[in-house]
């Protein structure tokens, strides 16, 4: 599950063999600007494994510790970049998701054009977008 995928475009560009800058790299993820911006500042933090989707992670002390660090990758580069907006972090649920490689959406407010926000709405229990807070509750050890 968590080999590099030849024809997954999130791994080339974790493994930096693509034209996309990079805004934070280490040896667990890398950062960088979503092809298709729906806010202010819009960021996917992605882990360089190849995980394809939420529901991939679980209880278990590596997974807790990996989604906190996209979380906290995520939230410096938002501290960074746009100090004085209103930040959301979170992850789409299949079948709502758009790359089938794990990534976190960070954004700075506010969403544009105005009605993008709907694609980010945590829609209760069988939502497609999950807070990155609600996710590290689900999957504490
Ligand atoms: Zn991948
Ligand atoms: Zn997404």
Redesign the pocket.
Same mark, same amino acid.
Do not use: E
């Given at each position: 599950m968590t080999g590099?995928?030849a024809a %997954?475009?999130? %791994?080339q560009i974790?493994r930096a063999t693509t034209a996309t800058t990079l805004l934070h790299s280490d040896d667990r993820v890398v950062a960088f600007q979503d092809i298709n911006p729906s806010a202010y500042r819009h960021y996917l933090v992605?882990p360089v494994a190849?995980i394809?989707t939420v529901k991939d992670l679980d209880r278990r002390p590596e997974d807790f510790a990996l989604v906190s660090h996209m979380f906290q990758v995520g939230q410096t580069l938002m501290s960074r970049d746009a100090p004085q907006s209103k930040h959301r972090f979170g992850f789409h649920q299949p079948p709502f998701n758009s790359v089938?490689?794990l990534h976190l959406h960070c954004f700075a407010l506010p969403f544009i054009p105005k009605w993008k926000h709907i694609k980010y709405l945590s829609m209760g229990p069988l939502g497609g977008f999950i807070e990155a807070e609600k996710l590290l509750e689900k999957i504490t050890p």
């Open positions: 590099a995928s %997954c475009v999130f %791994c974790a992605i190849h394809p089938d490689h």
